[in-house]
């Protein structure tokens, strides 16, 4: 990967500021753990719908369970078993 000349003067990744989606897919792609994990990122590009209703009914037989820190953006889907 190249490095920018404004981004010379940062000691580690995460100093990095987050100007472009380049940046943030290699910084991602950069996370390890000193358990061993690795990531793969890659920029999807495709385009989505938005705004999608969700019946009630549905939303609620989904098995959510909200983090403590910030639950609302952080939570985790179980299978309905």
């Known amino acids: 990967m190249r490095v920018p000349n404004h981004a010379k003067k ?3 990744p995460e100093q990095l500021p ?3 989606h380049e940046a943030i897919v290699n910084l991602i792609a950069a996370t ?3 358990t061993g994990l690795t990531v793969k990122a890659a920029l999807d590009t495709r385009r989505y719908d938005t705004a999608i ?3 009630d009914e549905v939303f609620a037989r989904l098995k959510i369970a909200p983090h403590l820190f910030h639950g609302d953006w952080n939570y985790t889907i179980s299978p309905r078993r």
């Open 10 to 12: 940062y000691k580690r």
């Open 18 to 20: 987050l100007v472009s």
């Open 32 to 34: 390890t753990t000193r």
């Open 53 to 55: 209703q969700v019946p």
